[in-house]
């Protein structure tokens, strides 16, 4: 969005008046400062978005003016600016919590590219926020559950939770639970004939009648002829 405030801490008129007129071409509102002093008091009565930093001002280092920013308007997005680049500058620019470094001479289009990432950069941070504080802010109403819940005391001996619910029989208009089929019995083991079964047509010997003419057997002994 248009309207966010640039700051330019350069020593260089030329380069100061340049930054100037670029930034405020595409709407930004843009704040020069010649020293460290003009750009802390820059800081501290507005609401910076970018800081645009040169490192060597005649009054103060750049790094200097990075920690007042860090320290005071954590929130805003820093860009290092220098003629006389070294890989220990850079790293001690960023470690300090600058966000870019651009080597002078630089083109205007780097410049612009730098501060809209710098300003995306900054969106996005401030969304982390927002959310770290949104779940903050569930977990304390948790914490806040749980202590209420906790308060009410356990539950009273012999009580018992309501268990799960089961049909009812069938005399009751629900379905009969199922019923478990006995146990089959187990199978005696048969062990194998040794000897061969008799031929289906022998049939055992009958046993003998007594004779039809026999006399019965006379235990008493005969009677007397009739004279």
Request: without cysteine.
């Amino acid at each position: 969005m248009a309207g966010e405030a640039i700051l330019i801490v350069d020593d260089d008129p030329f380069m100061r008046d340049l930054l100037d007129e670029s930034l405020t071409e595409l709407e930004y509102q843009a704040i020069p400062a010649a020293t460290g002093k003009e750009a802390l008091h820059a800081v501290s009565v507005n609401g910076i978005h970018v800081a645009l930093i040169d490192l060597s001002l005649g009054d103060m280092s750049g790094l200097e003016i990075v920690d007042a920013i860090i320290d005071g308007s954590p929130d805003t997005q820093i860009i290092i600016m220098t003629g006389y680049p070294s890989i220990q500058s850079a790293i001690d620019a960023l470690r300090r919590g600058a966000q870019d470094y651009i080597i002078k001479p630089f083109k205007m289009p780097e410049i612009h590219a730098a501060v809209t990432r710098s300003l995306k950069n900054q969106r996005l941070e401030a969304e982390v926020r927002v959310l770290r504080r949104k779940v903050r802010d569930q977990d304390q109403e948790l914490v806040q559950l749980k202590a209420r819940s906790g308060a009410a005391g356990p539950r009273p001996q012999g009580v018992r939770p309501a268990a799960r619910p089961v049909g009812l029989p069938a005399g009751y208009g629900g379905n009969a639970p199922p019923v478990a089929p006995p146990p089959e019995a187990p199978v005696a083991d048969v062990a194998p004939a040794t000897h061969a079964a008799p031929a289906a047509d022998a049939t055992p010997p009958a046993a003998e009648a007594p004779a039809a003419d026999a006399e019965p057997a006379q235990d008493s002994p005969p009677a007397a002829e009739e004279v």
